[in-house]
Nanobody
Framework: EVQLVESGGGLVQAGGSLRLSCAAS????????IGWFRQAPGKEREGVSC????????YYADSVKGRFTISSDNAKNTVYLQMNSLKPEDTGVYYC??????????????WGQGTQVTVSS
């Protein structure tokens, strides 16, 4: 079964760093793009960063460019989001996402359970 398991969230001071992990299973890892999204209380979920299926291209929201880095360890079926120079406005629940095709369901969206990131001022 397709599964995305997140870890690495926590409480950090402004200016600090965290590294989020998204461990994937149940599908051919490098056949699919992986994205990170976040949602602050009372706000819509927003895209933060994505990495392409062959890991050759990355995307960053303007708000995190220069501070966040997405990367992939294909041997571990894991995508990371390195978050540096964190700001209080980065606070939210961070979700890992993949759109995965299976014979049973066709293409559908899969999400991790979310991991809380809290940045104190």
């Amino acid at each position: 079964e397709v599964q995305l398991v997140e870890s690495g969230g926590g409480l950090v001071q402004a200016g600090g760093s965290l590294r989020l992990s998204c461990a994937a299973s149940g599908f051919t890892f490098d056949d699919y793009a992986i994205g990170w999204f976040r949602q602050a209380p009372g706000k819509e979920r927003e895209g933060v960063s994505c990495i392409s299926s062959r890991r050759g291209s990355t995307y960053y929201a303007d708000s995190v460019k220069g501070r966040f880095t997405i990367s992939s360890d294909n041997a571990k079926n894991t995508v990371y989001l390195q978050m540096n120079s964190l700001k209080p406005e980065d606070t939210g629940v961070y979700y890992c996402h993949a759109n995965v095709w299976t014979p049973a369901t066709g293409s559908r969206d899969y999400w991790g359970q979310g991991t809380q990131v809290t940045v104190s001022s």
